[in-house]
Structure formats: C-alpha cells, structure tokens
C-alpha cells in the first residue's frame, strides 16, 4: 500500500489541524465499529492511512479534475482528510461527519465523507460506494451542492487520490 510514496511529508500539522482533525489513532476494533455504525467497509488504504495519522489537514491540498468544476476550471480543493475519531468534529462519524451532511444538508446517500473544502459545506469529497456497493472498493468523487449535488469523479480509488493531491500553488487561482 502506498508503495513508492512518501508518507513522511505528507500532514501539516498545525496546531488547528491537531485540534479538528487528528485522531487517536484506532485499533482495529475501533474501525470495525465506525464501519457496523456507517454501513461500509472502508478501504484497505484509508484504514492503512488512519493507522499512521487519524485524519489531518494534508501539505497538499488540490486535486486535478478533467472537467471544470465550481470551484475551479482544472482542479478541486480539499481543507482536511476525516479520521475515524468520534470525538472529532471533523471525522467520519463526528459531528460534522458522513450523517451530518447526508441528514443536514441534502447530500446524497452515496457513501462516506471523507474530505470537507474550503467552501464551508458546499462542496464534499465523497468515498462513492454507487458500483462496488457497501463492501467494495468505492472511487472517491466530489459533490457540488450548489450545483444540484453535481457528482464529479476525481479517482477510482482512496489511494490513486492521496498520491494525486499537489500543491495548491500548481494552479492559476484567476
């Protein structure tokens, strides 16, 4: 898993990222709990993630896309990556997790939030369990509410997403 990447570098650490987003990090036992409570199985790559660093604002931030989405013509943006800690606004089953934005917000019921965005909630990063169902290998989309909750795939999986993230300074913000 991750081979050839450098996890080393990979989280910013700020002292806001500590406080929202990073986790304990979980047993095994405690992600088999978040999947029972979210009705998925979470990727093999997400849980190898969370075992190293539960959740956290990356150094890389953007996403290539091929087609123009509301946030910008070549690229999304991502704040943070959800961990699996309940305790955590900013996680998975947190309070401002999956349920939330599925219950609250009107997103589609299509899986599990795993990235919020610098857009305040109107657009999410989704894991989209639509063609693999409940225990497959979901792609990861992103979800634009303010565009009737346009669903714009980014990759085919967890992993192929956090190798793709880079700098948001590789893009013309204009």
């Known amino acids: 898993m991750f081979e050839s990447f450098d996890l080393s570098g990979f989280w ?12 304990e990090i979980p047993t095994d036992e405690y992600v088999k709990s978040v999947e029972d409570e979210l009705g998925y199985k979470l990727p093999e ?11 956290g604002i990356p150094n890389n931030t953007a996403f290539r896309t091929d087609i123009p989405t509301s946030w910008s013509k070549d690229h999304i943006a991502i704040e943070g990556i ?11 089953c947190g309070e401002l997790g999956t349920e939330f934005w599925i219950d609250e917000w009107d997103y589609p019921a299509i899986g599990v939030v795993i990235c919020d965005t610098p857009t305040a909630g109107h657009e999410m990063v989704f894991l989209d369990y639509r063609e693999c169902g409940s225990q497959g290998e979901p792609k990861v989309v992103y979800v634009e509410q303010e565009n009737d909750y346009r669903i714009v795939p980014l ?7 956090i190798k793709g993230l880079v700098s948001a300074d590789d893009f013309d913000l204009e």
């Open 155 to 161: 990759s085919d999986s967890f992993e192929e997403f």
């Open 45 to 55: 790559s997400y849980k190898y993630l969370i075992k190293q660093h539960n959740g």
């Open 12 to 23: 910013r650490d700020s002292k806001y990222a500590l406080s929202k987003y990073v986790g």
């Open 82 to 92: 959800y961990g699996v800690d309940r305790k955590l606004e900013n996680s998975v």
